[in-house]
């Protein structure tokens, strides 16, 4: 069993910047992929990026080159650094870890861009 805690989401203007994090506990945080998703109001939730647990990292185009994964496994974290934030960023950002065909979410972070 994995509990994830996402923290780290608010406002933001435009063409600001948030750094999400998600803390794992009650399980062995490195062997799992780590990623993050998103769903915004009366849309379905969507994948945005996610990290192996050998580093390897892959992003849904419309956050490539503007977001960052990235995992210390010594203190059980995940990120996400956001920069160069849109209003279409604007969803509650979730936490999951995967391993085989067993997952887990965590609760959810708002994250709001606007002016």
């Known amino acids: 069993q994995v509990q994830l805690v996402e923290s780290g989401g608010g406002l933001v203007q435009p063409g600001g910047s948030l750094r999400l994090s998600c803390i794992a506990s009650g399980s062995t945080f490195s062997g799992y992929t780590m990623g993050w998703y998103r769903q915004a109001p009366g849309k379905q939730r969507e994948w945005v990026a996610h990290i192996t647990s050998g580093g390897i990292t892959n992003y849904a185009d419309s956050v490539r080159g503007r977001f960052t994964i990235s995992r210390d496994n010594a203190k059980n974290t995940m990120y996400l650094q956001m920069n160069s934030l849109k209003p279409e960023d604007t969803a509650v950002y979730y936490c999951?870890?995967?391993?085989?065909?067993?997952?887990?979410w965590g609760q959810g972070s708002q994250v709001t861009v606007s002016s």
């Open positions: 999951n870890a995967r391993w085989l065909s067993i997952q887990y």
